[in-house]
């Protein structure tokens, strides 16, 4: 018997039991026989009846179980169960069935998704796995160093470009803390405080990829840094990625294709100067042949054209000087010095007005006040030169007009106008013309690397592309407006200097004067060194009009021998820089080199830079002046005065006795 049967048993047969019972005693029966035969006759028969009683009762409810079990199993009940079952039963069963035919097809259907989810979830790790091993290939071959620091400034990755920026592993340099790698990151530049200040600005900026222009490191290279957040598909902002970039080769490369792009400048500045100085060659032989035709007692006639001819001479040392200037070649790195920019646009307006047309019209305008700025004087004057000569190619082909001014403006930089930066003082030049204009379509395309609209050959689309690197890396901007037939302008935005301690100005052409006579008695000594016997002859004729006692050499070799071997007190030393055997600038330095502290004034065909012979002079006394050929009386006399003051200054400042051991001691310099 089951437990179910059990429970309707006993209570069955206590109530038929107990009404037996409670009969007897109304009756007025003793009890007693209950505990006798009869009484266990009595109760047999009760829990029999009993017993059949809850068989009978238990019947559907067993039946209903099993039938449910069956169903619950998918198979049909046995025939005694389903006697007892009601005909609703298999309806249930029928709708059950269904139930359970849908779940278990829902349930092949999960079972059948998640095995082609767990396939692609395998696909996927393989492909992340392909992918995180590209990305950390990538990430390590890199040429550039990367940083990444999460929100919390802590170092997530390097790579190892970076370690060899830094010279040591991230790890030893600053552990995980970003904050200290940037610290020591910065010492490696030489503008700490400019590098400092970016950095805390990008730091706390939530914008896109902030850019800081190449700097210069302690040990000479060059190197870019940039920065840009990193987002989630939300837009929070979860770290930041630094990345240093060695631009030194690209440097090199932007340096040559500026050069590259100056001599095309050049050559279309040749053409005109090569006319102009043909027609100053003219009028220089012209006043010479007519002064040698001219009667020697008509003395004023004579001075007449001498004069006519030295004067046609100054313009054509003018114009070569400012060509020379223009040319000099870049050492590859920017010589920037506080720069007069009206007198930068005189020279641009020298060059310019030899290389247009005559019938064009250069107008210069400028302000009241002075207009200076930190710049290397040679790219600036490229800058406007690129300018100018793409509004002469633009011109009409009469009445054409290029104006060039210079104005002093306050303005807010496009650059910085994110920050909500102050407007700052700025030298606008502008250029502008009534040339032809450009169209819409190709405004936008205007500083493009190598794109031009001029056909013929006539340009290689570097100079505007050039021209606003240069800008740009001054720390200003070019804007333009232009109307297609009524001209273009074009304006250049550099950061003003308001109040300029040291300014580079070139020392003017030496106009014809009146000589500077020799120190009395005639005693002072010139060495006269250079190559070329006829500027050589020209320069003792005119120091022995001076009165002075000159000596020659032809090359820098001569010049030691006369200098450190000769027993002839020298007093001042006239020196070429371009000569065969020994340079002037061996010969200077090797002079120095033992100390020998004569007085030296360089002379040269090219423009040379003063601080190159500040080195050379190894903590000497540099040269006393620098002078461009052709020069004249009246200038060589002021620098040898200037010289031979120094030397008496200065007596005695130089041992000749000590001078020749030292010379005996030290290797000959060969060119």
């Known amino acids: 018997m089951n437990s179910l049967r059990l429970r309707i048993l006993f209570p069955l047969w206590l109530f038929g039991f107990l009404p037996a019972m409670g009969a007897t005693r109304m009756m007025g029966q003793p009890l007693d026989w209950f505990f006798g035969l009869t009484g266990v006759l009595l109760g047999g028969g009760v829990f029999l009846a009993a017993y059949l009683i809850s068989g009978w009762l238990l019947k559907p409810t067993t039946a209903v179980m099993k039938g449910t079990t069956a169903v619950l199993r998918g198979v049909p009940p046995d025939a005694q169960s389903a006697e007892w079952l009601p005909a609703d039963f298999w309806k249930l069963r029928c709708d059950i069935n269904m139930i359970f035919a849908k779940q278990r097809q829902a349930l092949n259907a999960a079972e059948q998704h998640a095995c082609q989810t767990a396939q692609r979830l395998l696909n996927a790790e393989r492909l992340l796995r392909e992918a995180f091993t590209a990305l950390q290939g990538l990430f390590a071959a890199s040429d550039e160093g990367v940083l990444v620091v999460d929100a919390q400034g802590s170092i997530i990755a390097s790579n190892a470009k970076l370690d060899d920026f830094l010279g040591k592993p991230v790890e030893e340099v ?33 914008e896109g990829q902030d850019e800081m222009p190449p700097l210069v490191t302690n040990d000479g290279r060059v190197f870019s840094l940039r920065s840009s957040p990193m987002r989630t598909d939300v837009g929070e902002v979860i770290g930041r990625i630094w990345i240093v970039k060695d631009r030194s080769e690209m440097r090199v490369l932007e340096n040559q294709l500026r050069e590259s792009q100056k001599m095309g400048t050049i050559g279309q500045l040749a053409g005109g100067i090569a006319h102009d100085f043909n027609n100053l060659l003219t009028a220089i032989r012209g006043n010479l042949t007519l002064a040698e035709l001219t009667p020697a007692s008509n003395q004023a006639g004579v001075r007449d054209k001498l004069q006519n001819a030295n004067h046609a001479t100054t313009r054509a040392a003018e114009l070569v000087k400012s060509l020379l200037g223009y040319s000099r070649r870049s050492t590859g790195t920017s010589i920037r010095k506080t720069t007069n920019l009206k007198r930068l646009l005189a020279d ?165 004067g009146t000589a500077t006579a020799a120190p009395a008695g005639g005693q002072t000594t010139v060495l006269v060194v250079d190559d070329e016997a006829p500027v050589r002859s020209i320069a003792m004729n005119m120091l022995g009009f001076l009165g002075y006692h000159v000596l020659e050499a032809c090359d820098g070799q001569q010049a030691l021998d006369i200098l450190l071997r000769g027993n002839e007190k020298i007093d001042a030393v006239l020196l070429d820089i371009y000569m065969p055997k020994l340079s002037g600038r061996d010969t200077f330095k090797e002079l120095r080199a033992v100390g020998n502290d004569v007085p030296v004034v360089v002379c040269s065909g090219f423009v040379i830079d003063p601080d190159e012979f500040m080195i050379l002079s190894q903590g000497h006394p540099p040269p006393v002046d620098i002078m461009l050929k ?26 000749l006795t000590a001078s020749r051991a030292q010379m005996a001691q030290a290797p000959m310099l060969v060119s």
Request: negative net charge; proline residues 4%; glycine residues 8%.
């Open 174 to 206: 600053a552990g995980r803390d970003a904050s200290r790698l940037l610290n020591t990151l910065m010492e490696r530049f030489q503008e700490k405080a400019a590098i400092s200040a970016w950095i805390e600005k990008t730091a706390a900026s939530l």
């Open 348 to 512: 641009v307006q020298n060059l310019l007005k030899h290389s247009v047309d005559p019938r064009v019209t250069i107008q210069m305008r400028g302000g009241m006040d002075a207009s200076y700025v930190t710049a290397d004087a040679t790219q600036v004057e490229q800058v406007m030169l690129n300018l100018c000569l793409n509004a002469r190619d633009a011109l009409p082909a009469d009445k054409g007009v290029i104006e060039i001014a210079v104005e002093n403006v306050t303005h807010r930089n496009p650059a910085k106008s994110n920050d909500g930066g102050e407007v700052s003082d700025f030298v606008m030049l502008v250029v502008r013309d009534n040339g032809h204009g450009i169209s819409e379509e190709h405004r936008h395309r205007m500083f493009e690397p190598f794109f031009t609209t001029k056909t013929g050959g006539m340009g290689n689309g570097l100079g505007l592309s050039t021209a606003q690197d240069i800008v740009r890396e001054h720390g200003g901007w070019i804007e333009f407006d232009s109307e297609v037939g009524r001209g273009s302008e074009f304006r250049v935005f550099l950061p003003r200097v308001l109040n300029p301690e040291q300014v580079e100005e070139e020392t003017p052409i030496e106009s014809n």
């Open 630 to 655: 052709p020069y004249s009386l009246d200038g060589l006399s002021k620098a040898l005065a200037k010289a031979v003051q120094k030397s008496k200054d200065s007596e005695p400042a130089f041992n």
